[in-house]
């Protein structure tokens, strides 16, 4: 029951930490990565130390400066966290990513009442029910990162798809709470007042996971592979040169996560979850542009920088932009 509570509580934070779009149902090979559209913002130098990059925003005497991030990290990578301190310096907030409202009560709650949904019917197994080219992509996947198939014997697919990412995770050192959890340490040792631009609701999402049928669990499975895949060739790049502010390359190797945009696709109740962080992200760095003073925010690279993203939509309010050098 453990290791179920740690899938469902995996989900939950899923929801809420990775920016993901909205992917195809099929629960066959997935199509290549589509390239993405970036806004395009006009680049000024806005600092001095290799580190990660940050845009200036300003509009009159305030001052919003965003630090963009990717993920999943390494745990033990080294980037500079000096210049992240200076940039707090002096700040009045700290502006985080959505976040999602549940807590241990919810999940216990939800485990008690549907943890047994989270396996196969007694006598069946998840790889007789998958298509061909999935099962065979699949076993490749749990291989490839040195999982134990044994773990997936007689998970339901979605089930199945949200404990490879995991396994990914853990095998590679990879996570996510850098450099949100550095940034928050820092923020608090400064008493800065800190909040994710809007909160919502995530244990009726995780429910109704429950309720898709098996091809699209298999469908989204399927994308779980595709991140795997990706992520294992392109991830340590990514933040390599997040580390040291190389945006090309981030851009270049940057992904979003198809299996949590697969969620999104089959879940109504989270359909517009894109369109409202963006929006809200949009909506709280204004508001801070019209208070007096600076503000740090966090946004992810995805959101921040492609076209119709947080800073296009800034910049058409006529907020003047200081952005890195490419």
């Not at 090979?29 to 130390?49: C, F, G, L, Q, Y």
């Not at 509009?59 to 707090?88: F, K, Q």
């Not at 990514?238 to 996560?257: C, F, L, M, N, P």
């Not at 600076?294 to 800034?314: C, I």
Request: charged residues 25%.
């Amino acid at each position: 029951m453990r290791g179920a509570a740690l899938l469902i509580l995996g989900l939950a934070l899923a929801l809420m930490m990775l920016p993901a779009r909205a992917q195809p149902q099929a629960a066959e090979s997935p199509p290549a990565k589509a390239p993405e559209e970036w806004a395009e913002i006009e680049t000024v130098t806005v600092r001095a130390e290799p580190g990660p990059a940050v845009w200036r925003l300003t509009r009159g005497t305030s001052e919003v400066w965003i630090l963009g991030t990717v993920g999943p990290l390494s745990r033990e990578m080294d980037w500079n966290r000096a210049t992240v301190a200076d940039m707090l310096d002096g700040a009045r907030a700290l502006l985080l990513s959505p976040r999602a409202d549940f807590n241990l009560v919810d999940i216990a709650w939800f485990l008690l009442r549907h943890g047994s949904e989270l396996s196969l019917p007694r006598g069946q197994q998840l790889e007789d029910g998958l298509p061909p080219d999935l099962a065979l992509r699949f076993k490749a996947a749990i291989a490839v990162i040195g999982a134990d198939a044994e773990d997936y014997r007689t998970d339901i697919p979605i089930r199945a798809a949200v404990r490879l990412g995991q396994d990914f995770q853990k095998k590679a050192d990879l996570g996510y709470r850098e450099p949100r959890a550095t940034v928050e340490s820092l923020a608090s040792r400064k008493r800065i007042s800190t909040a994710p631009v809007y909160r919502f609701e995530v244990m009726d999402a995780v429910r109704d996971l429950l309720k898709l049928t098996p091809d699209q669990q298999r469908a989204c499975l399927s994308q779980a592979v595709e991140d795997v895949t990706w992520a294992r060739a392109h991830a340590l790049r990514a933040a390599r040169a997040w580390a040291v502010g190389d945006i090309r390359t981030v851009k270049d190797h940057y992904s979003e996560s198809r299996l949590f945009g697969c969620v999104i696709a089959q879940v109504e109740r989270i359909g517009d979850i894109n369109a409202r962080a963006t929006a809200e992200t949009v909506a709280a760095i204004d508001a801070a542009l019209n208070q007096p003073g600076k503000t740090v925010a966090l946004v992810a690279m995805g959101p921040l920088l492609r076209r119709d993203g947080v800073l296009a939509r800034l910049k058409a309010r006529g907020v003047t932009i200081e952005a890195p050098v490419e």
